[in-house]
């Protein structure tokens, strides 16, 4: 008991070492611009005034926008973890820091051309030693007008495979070509059929050393628009971090009907109040389980 009062200190201590409006990455310390709190629960429809806390999670975003960091705590995890990513001024990542109680654990880097096309990814895992790096090519085949990414793999400085992936004129993705480390051999051609709702229903894979063709349903590709969208929180209740569980369980009761639809296997509800709030719902699929997260936003 002492040695979880004693935690639950230091992690107050800790969060409140960064709710001063500054926050810190890497060796720098930067102004809070943005900080957003997020809580993740787990409830059932059998018994909706239950609420099961999974994780919590605190996001500082700099006042450029250039710089944020995530904090993430789970229950009897004595550990925080926290990420630092960093953006260029077109706003795309160039890097991320993964730290665990402020030791690195993996660093990543991004590099883009000059149309903000990624060209380069790398991956050091400082615990393991193991290092991945992808290079990216572009060009465009004139006579279908087929973009045609090609990908280098590396693992620890070796290659370990390429890979081509082709996209239609408007930017959908045709076809995925996996060859060996000569380049030369293909290891197998996966391609893709599309629902109505425009996302993946089915893979195809051939694999041409043993000449077989397998096929991979996507449930994605299923999906019904009525169980995708946002909507408004549905009141003017006002919310704040200290009312957010009755407020959950009250946007839960008005929305029973919604999230009992056997219609949607899987769903996902975004309510919000266009200002500070937003409640993201979701299905697990796991002994009727749902999940909630609570995103509540402050502006310094």
């Known amino acids: 008991m002492r040695k979880s009062v004693l935690f639950v200190m230091l992690l107050l201590c800790f969060v409140h070492a960064y709710s001063q409006g500054t ?22 429809l059998k018994d909706s005034s239950k609420l099961v806390l999974q994780d919590s999670t605190r996001i500082f975003v700099s006042a450029d926008s250039l710089v944020s960091m995530s904090m993430y705590s789970v229950p009897r995890d004595k550990s925080v973890y926290k990420t630092c990513y960093y953006f260029n001024a077109k706003k795309l ?15 990543r880097e991004w590099k883009y051309d000059d149309k903000n096309r990624k060209i380069f990814h790398l991956e050091d895992n400082k615990q393991t030693g193991n290092s991945f790096r992808k290079t990216y090519d572009y060009s465009v085949d004139k006579k279908k007008g087929e973009t045609v990414v090609s990908e280098s793999s590396y693992f620890n400085g070796k290659i370990e495979f390429y890979t081509k992936t082709y996209y239609s004129r408007d930017n959908v993705k045709l076809k995925e070509v996996r060859l ?6 293909i290891v197998h051609i996966e391609s893709y059929t599309y629902g109505d709702n425009g996302k993946v229903k089915e893979r195809s894979v051939f694999f041409p050393e043993w000449k077989v063709t397998k096929k991979f349903e996507e449930k994605e590709g299923n999906e019904l628009p009525k169980c995708f969208k946002s909507l408004p929180v ?10 957010r569980v009755p407020y959950i369980k009250k946007l839960i009761a008005r929305n029973t009907s919604l999230f009992a ?5 899987d769903f996902e509800y975004k309510f919000s109040n266009y200002t500070t709030c937003d409640i993201v719902v979701t299905n697990t699929n796991v002994n009727g389980n749902k999940k909630v997260v609570f995103r509540y936003k402050e502006k310094y």
């Open 23 to 44: 926050f810190r990455c890497g060796w720098e310390t930067y102004k809070t611009g943005v900080l957003i709190h997020e809580y993740a629960y787990l409830f059932n």
């Open 93 to 107: 990542i160039v890097k991320s820091e993964e730290y665990r109680d402020d030791e690195l654990q993996v660093a």
């Open 180 to 185: 060996n480390d000569n380049n030369k051999d």
């Open 234 to 243: 549905g009141t003017a209740e006002k919310v704040s971090l200290a009312t």
């Open 261 to 265: 639809d056997k219609d949607c296997f």
